[in-house]
């Protein structure tokens, strides 16, 4: 019999993802993933003094089937007595252009639960993204363009978000959920490769795990070092940033002064800066224009 309670409390504590008196917000689609977390949540709050309520995004692109996926997540709200939160959204009717249906599912999604988050006195919200998610992830980053931080994967701690089942494999919520007669809805889309990730998830990795069978296990492995790696570059270059970084009511400075031919280390220390205080990626372009500038009279250089 499998049980991933184990795996998943020590997720929880190792990452620091729940406190005792946390009010969560789980995101659940109906799938696999999502009743595995309510499920083990349930579990949980038996031990834990925890309030969870429970958030489904109707996408209604596929007609009762979509319904079908919401009345299952409304029924265990209702069964257990758990607050429940469903919104609607026609991404048939409403799509936005220059991006693909999944980014613009995914802000969407993240959009209400912020404000669903800020209006209800919820303190976190969850997701059920699982360890293959991860590697699909750091997949697509690759093959779109990434540096060390993008191989980090997905956080298990974003803001407010919290994944607490992303040390658990596919298999091993499939035998839980099997093992222990908990229902969900397979959502047929996901067989549609013309979705980014189904084409990773169908396509591209089983042909990879038919030549590299530990394929999964060395990407989470990757994502591990890279994280360790990203996370010992910023405690390094916190104490120079400090020099290198002036904050003011106008905004913040880079003292071009202190540029040295370190190119990696001025390119990390920008990349921060940008991506902390603007939430800006740094570039090839912009970082080529910063050093062009750098290189200018001034003795520093706005970010804005």
Known sequence: MTDIYRKFIETIKIRNLISPGDKILLSLSAGKDS?????????????????????????LTRGIDSDNDAALVRGKAVEYGISFYERKFNFKSCRTPGISFEEQARDVRYAMIKDI????????AAT?????????????RIFSGTGIFGLRGINYINGNIIRPLLDISPDEIYSYLKDRKIKWREDLSNSEN??????????IFPAITGRFPDAAKNITRLSAHAEENENLLSFLSDSIKQD???????????STDRFTDNIPLIKYILSRTLYSH???????????????????QKS???LY
Do not use: C
């Open 300 to 302: 520093n250089l706005p």
């Open 128 to 140: 059920a993204h699982n360890s293959l998610d991860n590697v699909e992830t750091i997949l697509m």
């Open 194 to 203: 013309g979705y980014q990730r189904n084409y990773i998830r169908n396509i």
């Open 35 to 59: 009743m595995a977390m309510l499920e083990l949540m349930l579990r949980y709050r038996e031990t834990v003094p925890v309030n969870i309520g429970l958030f489904h995004l109707n996408h």
């Open 278 to 296: 603007y939430n800006i990626r740094l570039n090839s372009v912009i970082f080529d224009e910063i050093i062009r500038k750098s290189k200018s």
């Open 117 to 124: 988050i800020a209006s209800e006195g919820f303190n976190k």
């Open 244 to 254: 290198w970084v002036i904050e003011t009511d106008s905004g913040h400075f880079i």
